[in-house]
């Protein structure tokens, strides 16, 4: 079983949609909570950072980390074609050095 | 400056050539690291340099060879790679590795081993 656990997708959804992204994990001792979003040929963008249960947001991205069920979200409000994309989740312990990604999930927002 | 900046962008090399890849940053930080990435997979980590010194080595093969010149620089020098070696190479910088509120990556160099 692989620590991190990401729906590959691709996912489909139409401008304005809410669109939910997931990750499950098994290491408890994951703390440190990520977003990227990583555009075709480009190096991976922070996109939200959160540090053990809770929610986060900025703008049209929330971030929701549920540590006892080991499952953490990214929400993305009214979708746009420029959010189209692989979004990669990433986690670490404590004060660990490395990230553990997730494979990613492609988002593809339609007109 | 908030960037990580990698040169070249894009590199073909034969497998009998000697190239390097270089990363900098301005923005203060004090880990460095360098990571791989194959099409569709996520980032693979090769890497990391705390405070200028090597502190991990994922078992990568000494074909790969890393360099820290100073708190700005990072390199990455490449001898008698092997075409499944081609990938976008990523570096990767953090204000410490202990105080690691997300990296900040670069935009790669994708690299092609003919």
């Known amino acids: 079983q692989k620590e991190v656990e990401q729906d590959p997708g691709p996912l489909s959804v139409p401008e304005g949609a809410i669109v939910s992204l997931n990750c499950t994990y098994s290491n408890s001792a994951f703390q440190y909570f990520m977003w990227y979003r990583q555009y075709s040929r480009k190096g991976p963008e922070l996109l939200m950072y959160t540090y053990s249960s809770g929610n986060k947001e900025d703008g049209r991205f929330t971030a929701q980390v549920d540590k006892s069920s080991k499952y953490i979200s990214l929400f993305i409000r009214d979708s746009q074609p420029s959010d189209s994309a692989t979004y990669l989740c990433a986690m670490r312990a404590g004060t660990a050095s490395k990230l553990t990604f997730g494979t990613g999930t492609r988002l593809q927002v339609t007109l | 400056d908030t960037e990580v900046t990698q040169t070249p962008k894009h590199l073909v090399m034969g497998m009998t050539n000697k190239k390097s890849l270089k990363c900098e940053q301005h923005m203060g930080h004090r880990a460095m690291y360098w990571y791989k990435q194959k099409a569709k997979k996520p980032p693979e980590l090769m890497f990391v340099?705390?405070?200028?010194?090597?502190?991990i080595n994922e078992s990568v093969p000494s074909r790969f060879s890393p360099e820290c010149p100073n708190s700005s620089l990072l390199n990455l020098h490449l001898h008698a790679l092997q075409p499944e070696d081609s990938a976008l190479y990523l570096c990767a910088s953090s204000q410490t590795t202990a105080f690691n509120y997300g990296y900040t990556f670069g935009s790669g160099t994708r690299l092609t081993v003919v």
């Open positions: 340099y705390s405070y200028e010194k090597l502190s």
